[in-house]
């Protein structure tokens, strides 16, 4: 297991909130991958509740970067796990102030999760946001996904990454997130997926999924993963493949 999903385990692993393990596993594998990339930038959380999500991204901050955490009410369970810490600010508001806030004007985050309203005027103001606040190689990582819940943050989405299609691309989808970065970012973050995800997602305790790309650029840049019940480690690609291979 790498470092840094064992101390969010360790520490967090009690915290009520959603959160699913292929997340957690994803998350730690990509953020220890820009670790790894020398990248630095704050990190910023839209959406925090008990701060099951946010507990990893406290444990990935490195020498001299920020966690910001944004939510309309800071429960009395997230302000125990973080207040007080010195790299890390509580931020008691909605999101959609955040672009009026100053002290936010210039910073750059390499991480963005976005998990607060799921209403889709609030997670384009989010999503919008984030996009003028990308550090190099960020990336911006969407709740509820495909969700059948929330079918407007799918959409909401979609809408997002047509109305940038220039500048943005949707590298992974999976454990019911998205996964962006800018253009330039997509090939390293597909060789990743491709090269690396696989063997630390098992060393992450996650050994069981399959990872899809199962249409080739220019139609879809997305790569897919899902748990797949005990079938190990499996590489899908095009249908038509008689061997898998994973097309970006
Ligand atoms: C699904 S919960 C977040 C879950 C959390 N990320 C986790 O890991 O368990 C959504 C949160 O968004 C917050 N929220 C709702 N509207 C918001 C807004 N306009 N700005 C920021 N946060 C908001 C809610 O108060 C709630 O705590």
């Excluded at 360790?10 to 820009?34: C, H, K, M, R």
């Excluded at 929330?150 to 019911?176: D, K, V, W």
Aim: proline letters at 4%.
């Amino acid at each position: 297991m790498t470092a840094l999903i064992d101390s969010y385990r360790t520490i967090y692993s009690d915290v009520a909130g959603w959160f699913n393990p292929l997340s957690q596993a994803v998350w730690s594998a990509l953020l220890t991958e820009q670790a790894r990339l020398g990248l630095s930038g704050d990190i910023l959380e839209i959406g925090v509740k008990h701060g099951k999500s946010a507990g990893m991204l406290a444990c990935a901050l490195q020498e001299g970067e920020r966690l910001t955490l944004v939510d309309t009410v800071i429960t009395e369970s997230a302000r125990s796990l973080f207040a007080g810490k010195l790299n890390i600010t509580l931020r008691e508001m909605s999101s959609l102030a955040l672009k009026h806030t100053p002290d936010l004007g210039t910073v750059t985050f390499r991480f963005i999760h976005i998990d607060g309203n799921h209403l889709a005027s609030f997670v384009q103001n989010d999503l919008e946001f984030a996009r003028d606040h990308m550090a190099p190689r960020a990336v911006i990582c969407v709740d509820d996904f495909f969700s059948y819940h929330y079918p407007q943050i799918t959409f909401t989405t979609l809408e997002f990454l047509s109305r940038h299609r220039h500048e943005m691309s949707i590298f992974l989808a999976g454990g019911n997130k998205a996964y962006i970065c800018r253009h330039p970012d997509y090939r390293p973050y597909a060789r990743w997926l491709i090269e690396d995800v696989p063997e630390t997602l098992a060393q992450n305790g996650i050994a069981d999924f399959n990872l899809y790309k199962s249409a080739r650029a220019p139609e879809i840049s997305c790569f897919g993963i899902a748990p797949n019940k005990g079938q190990g480690v499996v590489i899908k690609g095009l249908d038509t493949d008689k061997e898998p291979k994973l097309y970006y």
